[in-house]
C-alpha cells in the first residue's frame, strides 16, 4: 500500500515550512506519494483580500514560479527518497459565513484556476485538465476558524464533480461522509512540522499519478490510516 | 552587599569558572584538535576488521532517512548494517526497507523480531540484532545519528590497541527549525560537549556517550553481554563502567558524530532532559549537585528571582548570561556546528529550564521511555510501575489532567 497525504501547504501560501524541507520531511518519513496543494485564495471577500495582502496565497503572477519549483522538488524527490510529488491547488473561497465557504483541492493540475470563478466554472475548468477534485473538511473542524459548509450543504448539487471527499482531515473524522458512501481520501491539511502525525491514505496502486487518480476516483483499495510516530 | 546576592554572585563565577574549563578541554582534547573530528581523513588505519552496525530503531527521528543512509556510505571494506525493530508497523521499518531496497549492493538486514526479555526498550531491540550479528567487533549506533564516510574507518583505529574495550565518540547538535531543537542543540553543544571533554581530558574518566559504541563481541560477552543490563535505563554508562572494572579501556575517539535536530517540540525537550536529569541523579548521587552549581546562568537568575530586579541583580543575570552565551557561541564554532548567531539568544533560557529540570529527579523517580513508564533505582536499575494502588490512582490523575491540557 503507498502511504499518501494529499493536503500540503508551504511558505507558498499559510505554511511555516519552506516547500523544499517539506517535501524533505515527508522524504526522511518514508512517504510514498504527496501532493503540494497551496491555497489559491478568492479576492472577492474581505478574507480573502487579507489573504492577498498577506500573501497568503498562490496568484497567477507566480503560478509558473510555483508549478516550477514543485516540479524541481519532484525530481529530486523521485530521486532521493523514490517519493512521488504531484503538484495542486486548494481553491479557498473564505467567507466569513462558513455556509458560504469551501475548500477544494485541485490534483495534477495544469494551469492556474481563480478561486473567484464561480463553482461550476472552477469544476468545469479543472475536468478539463484532467485534475483530480477533492472536496476538503466538508464539515466542522476542531479548530473552528476555517469551517466551510457550502460543498456539504449543496453536495446534491456538486457530487458529479468531486472525485472524493476529506473522510478525515489532521484530527477530525467526519463520518457524514461515510453514511453517504462516497469516495473518500484522508490528509493531514499540513501547516506545521508535527501535522505529519494525522490521518493519511493509503492506496494499492502503482506509484503513477495516472494510476493514483483512478484509484481515488474508482475508490477500491483505498484505506485510511492514524499516523503516528 | 547582602550576603545571599554574595553567594549567588559566587556560585555565578564559581560556574563560569567550570564552563571555562570546559571550554578549555574542547578546544585542547584530542577529541575535537585533530582533523579527522571534522570529517577529514588522517591517516589509513593500518587495520579494517569486519563490523557489525546495530542500529536499534522505534519511530521516526529528525532526518532519519539520510541517517540510515549514511551508514551505507562508509568508506569501510567490511561491514553490514542491522537495522534492528521490535514491530512490523512502525513507521521506521518502512524507512528502513526504503535504504535496503536503495542499496542492495550493501550488506544491509531489517531484522524484525519482538523481544522482552528486559525492561530496557532499546536493549530488547539490541537482543536479537545482536544475536544475527556475523562480524566480531559490533558498533551499537541509534537511530538519530548521521556519519561522515570515515567513521568506521576512524573509531576502529582505535581497537588496534587490545586493552582498548571501548570506543565511543562525542556528538554534537545540527540542524535546529524550531524551539525545541535548537534548545536541545545548545544543550548538547555546551552541557554535553563540554562535560564529556571534561570528564575525559582532566578527570581521565571512562564516559560513554550511547549514542555510538563500538566494541569486541569477545569484551561485551566478557562483562556480561546485553543480558547483563537488559533491565537499566543508563546501558551505556554500565556497560563503560564494567568494561573498564573488567581491565579494558574505554576510549572517547577523535571523531565527532552529528545528531539532527530539526522539529523538536518544547516539551520533548523537556522530558528528554528530565529522563536523563533523573538517570544522572540515581547514578551520581550527591555529585548530581555539581551540574546545579556549575549552571552559572540559573544561579545568577535565582539571585535576580530572590532579590527582585535591582541594578545589581539584572547585571549579574545580563552578565552571566552574555559570558555563558559568548562560550557557546566559542564551542559551536569549534566543533562546527551550523546554527545561527541569534539561536545563542536563546542559550539563558535553556539553562533557566534546565535549572528547574534539575530538581524535577528528586521529586519523582518514574520516567516514561518509548512508550513505558518505568521506576528508575540505583544505578538507573528500572522497575516497572505497579498498575494498582497508590501510583496507579497518581498516574490516573496525571494522565486526566494531561489530556484536559492536550
Known amino acids: 500500500m503507498l502511504l499518501c497525504d494529499f493536503h500540503i501547504h508551504t511558505t507558498y501560501s499559510d505554511g511555516s515550512i519552506e516547500l523544499q524541507k517539506v517535501v524533505d520531511i515527508y522524504g526522511q518519513a518514508g512517504f510514498d506519494v504527496i501532493a503540494i496543494t497551496d491555497h489559491v485564495v478568492n479576492n472577492d471577500s474581505s478574507i480573502g483580500k487579507l489573504a492577498h495582502r498577506f500573501k497568503y496565497t498562490v496568484k497567477e503572477e507566480n503560478f509558473q514560479e510555483y508549478m516550477d519549483a514543485i516540479e524541481f522538488e519532484s525530481t529530486r524527490a523521485w530521486d532521493k527518497y523514490g517519493m512521488l510529488v504531484i503538484s495542486g491547488i486548494e481553491i479557498s473561497k473564505n467567507y466569513i459565513n462558513p455556509d458560504l465557504s469551501a475548500h477544494i483541492l485541485l490534483l495534477d493540475l495544469k494551469g492556474f484556476i481563480s478561486a473567484s470563478w464561480d463553482y461550476e466554472r472552477i469544476f468545469r475548468e479543472a475536468r478539463e485538465q484532467d485534475a483530480l477534485i477533492v472536496a476538503c473538511h466538508p464539515q466542522g473542524l476542531s479548530d473552528m476558524s476555517k469551517d466551510t459548509y457550502h460543498l456539504w450543504n449543496n453536495r446534491e448539487k456538486y457530487a458529479k464533480y468531486i472525485d472524493a471527499w476529506e473522510i478525515a482531515n489532521r484530527d477530525d473524522v467526519f463520518n457524514v461522509v461515510s453514511l453517504k458512501k462516497y469516495p473518500y481520501i484522508a490528509n493531514s491539511d499540513f501547516h506545521k512540522a508535527r501535522h505529519l502525525y494525522s490521518w493519511k491514505t493509503l492506496l494499492n496502486c502503482s506509484k503513477e499519478v495516472g494510476a493514483i487518480k483512478q484509484c481515488i476516483r474508482h475508490n477500491k483499495g483505498v484505506a485510511i490510516t492514524l499516523f503516528r510516530n | ?406
Open chain 2, 1 to 406: 552587599m547582602e550576603p545571599l546576592f554574595l553567594i549567588f554572585a559566587a556560585l555565578s563565577l564559581f560556574g563560569l569558572f567550570a564552563y571555562a574549563l570546559q571550554i578549555w578541554s574542547v578546544r585542547s582534547c584530542r577529541t575535537i584538535s585533530t582533523p579527522s573530528c571534522l570529517g577529514k581523513p588522517i591517516s589509513a588505519p593500518p587495520f579494517f576488521p569486519p563490523i557489525s552496525i546495530l542500529k536499534p530503531l522505534k519511530g521516526l527521528d529528525d532526518n532519519l532517512f539520510d541517517n540510515l543512509e549514511s551508514f551505507c556510505h562508509q568508506d569501510y571494506p567490511e561491514y553490514e548494517v542491522i537495522f534492528s525493530l521490535q514491530n512490523e508497523n512502525d513507521p521506521a521499518c518502512k524507512v528502513a526497507r526504503m535504504i535496503k531496497n536503495k542499496y542492495r549492493d550493501r550488506d544491509i538486514t531489517v531484522h524484525v523480531e519482538r523481544c522482552s526479555a528486559g525492561l530496557n526498550p532499546k536493549v530488547n531491540n539490541l537482543i536479537p540484532a545482536y544475536r544475527i550479528a556475523k562480524h566480531p567487533y559490533i558498533l551499537i549506533s541509534d537511530s538519530n545519528v548521521m556519519a561522515r564516510k570515515n567513521y568506521l574507518a576512524d573509531i576502529i583505529s582505535d581497537m588496534r590497541d587490545p586493552g582498548v574495550g571501548l570506543v565511543s565518540n562525542p556528538i554534537r547538535g545540527i540542524g535546529g527549525e524550531s524551539v525545541g531543537a535548537v534548545l536541545e542543540n545548545l544543550h548538547l553543544n555546551s552541557f554535553v560537549m563540554g562535560s564529556v571533554s571534561f570528564l575525559d581530558r582532566f578527570l581521565k574518566m571512562p564516559c560513554v556517550v550511547g549514542k555510538s559504541m563500538l566494541m569486541r563481541k569477545s569484551d561485551l560477552e566478557a562483562i556480561g553481554g546485553f543480558a547483563g543490563v537488559k533491565d537499566v535505563l543508563a546501558e551505556d554508562y554500565l556497560i563503560g563502567k564494567r568494561m573498564h572494572e573488567s581491565g579494558k579501556r574505554v576510549v572517547l575517539s577523535s571523531h565527532m558524530i552529528d545528531n539532527i535536530n530539526e522539529y523538536w517540540g518544547i516539551r520533548k525537550f523537556l522530558n528528554r532532559h528530565t529522563r536523563w536529569g533523573k538517570l544522572r541523579w540515581q547514578i551520581g548521587g550527591i555529585k548530581y549537585i555539581s551540574e546545579l552549581i556549575s549552571n552559572p546562568v540559573f544561579m545568577s537568575f535565582l539571585a535576580l528571582a530572590f532579590l527582585g530586579p535591582s541594578l545589581r541583580t539584572v547585571a549579574l543575570s545580563a552578565g552571566v548570561s552574555f559570558c555563558k552565551s559568548a562560550g557557546d557561541f566559542f564551542i559551536g564554532r569549534k566543533i562546527g556546528t551550523n546554527m545561527a548567531i541569534s539561536s545563542y539568544v536563546l542559550g539563558p533560557l535553556k539553562d533557566v529550564l534546565i535549572g528547574f529540570i534539575w530538581f524535577v529527579p528528586l521529586l519523582s523517580n518514574t520516567v516514561v521511555w518509548r512508550g513505558n513508564r518505568y521506576i528508575i533505582g540505583k544505578d538507573s536499575m528500572l522497575s516497572p510501575c505497579p498498575e494498582t494502588g497508590l501510583w496507579s490512582f497518581r498516574y490516573k490523575v496525571v494522565e486526566t489532567i494531561k489530556a484536559r491540557f492536550a
